[in-house]
């Protein structure tokens, strides 16, 4: 039986508390970026990743390259992308001959969104083309809480996952993942059907009220050692410039987020060295965030969560009309 929503509820007070359960950073000089291991993959990863949807819309081929070439080397080596259709714009592409020179320093994630399990494998070979490589680190089926997701197909031995999971013993990807802005129920009973390796979801300071991830499926998840990466972590919303989060919540959301039991690393989406450089500054210098600190923040990030409202429900065709705060 899936747990509801509710029965995971408890308060970010105490989901922080739980600082034992964080993965412990295996390396975190003074001058480099802490790393954790991704769940049962054993891959030793950075706390931050490059999202790359910014990059992709860049107009510069050159500006994008030097931007993936800093991060690569700042220690930013886990790179999130995706097709264009995706709204990654020439992502794939700008990171293509990046990827001649330097695969083999980097973690190369992408994406599929095809709820057709035959169309899943042609997708897949469009997106190696694109990078210009023969394997991917990880593939995820991607926005699963998309309508267009049916839970019985997207998880059937002939579904989108499964096909995925074939992909990965033929050699296409080492690993196998889902994401996911929205219904985090739905993710809940998927990774009690089929074998994961990895999960990215919304998670940040604000929306911690509202989609819950941490609460109601991560630690599912955990029991299952599944690795957890953080997105949305700014607030997120569809588009070039996704920073939602006011500047003074930044730093803590980033916070919030790496500090949540199991969580390996954040993906950010950043489309300038400035805020490149911010990023891995942060990352340098991470606390984890207290029960207190968390509590002191939760009056102001409440009225956020009210005035956002289930501001990522539209990736979905069939977005609820209205979604209630939960975690107040």
Same mark, same amino acid.
């Given at each position: ?160 996952? %499964?096909?995925?999971? +074939?992909? *990965?013993?033929?050699? $296409? =990807? @080492?690993?196998? #993942? ?115 600190? %968390?509590?002191?923040? +939760?009056? *102001?990030?409440?009225? $956020? =969560? @009210?005035?956002? #409202? ?19």
């Amino acid at each position: 039986m899936i747990p509801t929503r509710r029965e995971f509820l408890q308060t970010t007070g105490g989901l922080l508390a739980t600082a034992c359960a964080l993965p412990k950073a295996l390396a975190a000089p003074t001058d480099g970026i802490p790393k954790r291991v991704l769940g049962k993959t054993g891959v030793v990863v950075p706390i931050i990743g490059l999202g790359t949807v910014a990059v992709g819309n860049l107009q510069s081929e050159k500006e994008a390259h030097a931007l993936i070439h800093r991060a690569i080397d700042l220690g930013v080596t886990y790179i999130d992308t995706a097709p264009a259709f995706a709204g990654y714009g020439r992502a794939q592409a700008y990171l293509k001959p990046i990827l001649k020179e330097r695969r083999r320093e980097v973690f190369i994630a992408s994406k599929c969104l095809e709820p057709d399990g035959s169309k899943i494998l042609a997708l897949l070979h469009r997106n190696l083309k694109e990078l210009g490589i023969e394997q991917l680190d990880l593939v995820y089926t991607h926005s699963i809480g998309h309508a267009v997701y049916d839970l019985d197909r997207l998880t059937a031995d002939d579904g989108p996952i %499964a096909m995925l999971e +074939k992909a *990965k013993k033929e050699g $296409l =990807a @080492r690993f196998v #993942g889902i994401t996911g802005h929205n219904r985090p129920e739905k993710f809940a009973a998927v990774i009690q059907r089929r074998d994961i390796d990895v999960m990215m979801n919304t998670v940040n300071i604000v929306d911690r009220h509202t989609y819950a991830f941490e609460h109601v499926v991560w630690p599912i998840a955990r029991s299952k050692q599944i690795g957890l990466v953080a997105m949305k972590v700014y607030g997120g919303s569809i588009g070039v410039h996704p920073c939602k989060m006011p500047p003074d919540l930044r730093q803590a959301s980033l916070r919030y987020a790496l500090s949540v039991p199991g969580v390996a690393l954040a993906v950010l989406g950043m489309g300038t060295i400035a805020e490149l450089e911010q990023n891995v500054e942060w990352a340098r210098h991470f606390e984890p965030m207290s029960p207190a600190e %968390a509590d002191a923040l +939760k009056e *102001k990030t409440v009225a $956020l =969560a @009210r005035q956002w #409202g289930a501001h990522l429900d539209r990736l979905d065709r069939q977005g609820e009309k209205s979604r209630p705060l939960v975690n107040t």
